[in-house]
């Protein structure tokens, strides 16, 4: 089936403009996670929904950054007032559901959007 | 606080030869465990995880992985490196099942022929 696909692939943007990044997770995905990936570090979590819960914003770097997530379905990930600092891949994972005991725990990602800050 | 260290940011092996990726965790209760490989321009895929069960996991491509609770280990091995195992390789950390990832700083494995 599909996996998770994220748009646009590749986003130039000067600094101080407002960006939206897009995640469509895999269909029946109950989470789904947002992660950012700088020049030579490693993945660092950004924010996480599950189901009808209150998402977890406790990788969020800044006010700038904020996501919503629509049911279970499409995300949007905004980034306002952009600065230099943001530039890195943003990559986009969702998990099964509980239904799926044997894979509940495997977050499938995304290709990830690549955000330049000029 | 959750930790991954992966020591060693580059790895070169010649073909044929064992492949060694070492990821220390650091966590205060029993931790689920993943290795990721990325391979260039492309997004992350699961190599093998270990949720306590089985403590060697066996995953995809050859690729397996043990779980040392003494030592909080989870190095990543294969007996036979080939060339199209060139990318970089994540270790990452989770302490509730489906919870956030908490990810090493990878290590990129280069394959000389």
């Known amino acids: 089936g599909a996996g998770v696909s994220q748009s646009p692939s590749n986003k130039v943007t000067e600094k101080g403009k407002d960006v939206e990044l897009r995640c469509d997770p895999i269909?029946?995905?109950?989470?789904l996670y947002w992660y950012r990936q700088r020049l030579g570090q490693g993945l660092e979590f950004l924010i996480y929904?599950?189901?009808?819960?209150?998402?977890?914003k406790s990788g969020l770097p800044s006010d700038r950054f904020s996501a919503e997530r629509t049911g279970e379905s499409v995300s949007t990930l905004t980034i306002q007032r952009t600065q230099q600092e943001d530039s890195a891949v943003y990559l986009c994972?969702?998990?099964?559901?509980?239904?799926?005991?044997?894979?509940?725990?495997?977050?499938?990602f995304g290709p990830g959007t690549r955000l330049l800050v000029l | 606080a959750q930790s991954v260290t992966q020591l060693g940011s580059h790895v070169s092996v010649s073909e044929g030869a064992l492949v060694l990726l070492r990821c220390n965790y650091s966590?205060?209760?029993?931790?689920?465990l993943f290795w990721y490989v990325q391979y260039p321009n492309q997004g992350l895929q699961l190599l093998l995880k270990?949720?306590?069960?089985?403590?060697l996991v066996k995953g995809i491509n050859g690729f397996e992985a043990e779980f040392k609770k003494s030592e909080t280990s989870f190095h990543l091995t294969k007996p036979s490196a080939h060339m199209s195992d060139a990318a970089e390789y994540f270790c990452?950390?989770?302490?509730?099942?489906?919870?956030?990832?908490?990810f090493g700083q990878g290590t990129e494995l280069s394959v000389k022929p």
């Open positions: 929904f599950q189901g009808n819960s209150a998402p977890d």
């Open positions: 994972a969702s998990r099964p559901g509980l239904e799926r005991e044997w894979d509940q725990e495997t977050q499938y």
């Open positions: 990452a950390v989770s302490v509730h099942q489906g919870g956030k990832l908490i």
């Open positions: 966590s205060s209760v029993p931790p689920y």
């Open positions: 270990y949720t306590s069960a089985a403590t």
């Open positions: 269909s029946g995905h109950t989470a």
